[in-house]
């Protein structure tokens, strides 16, 4: 769980947030999304965390170009 979070480049379906937490927490990124999904089904905000996230996570190239 030391992995930086970041919204990579590979395995990407709309923005990479779900990759990107799924690789933070050392889940797959299938799971990540289904868990989504299934969270859409209760009441919330998942969809402005979600939001959010697409625009605070960098992208793992920023990140990787910053880091040097």
Do not use: K
Request: net charge positive.
């Amino acid at each position: 769980m030391s992995r930086r979070l970041v919204r990579p480049r590979e395995n990407r379906m709309i923005a990479g947030v779900c990759a990107g937490l799924a690789r933070r927490f050392g889940m797959s990124a299938g799971m990540m999304r289904l868990l989504f999904i299934l969270s859409l089904l209760l009441p919330g905000t998942q969809v402005v965390i979600y939001l959010a996230l697409w625009i605070i996570m960098p992208n793992e190239d920023r990140y990787l170009a910053n880091a040097h």
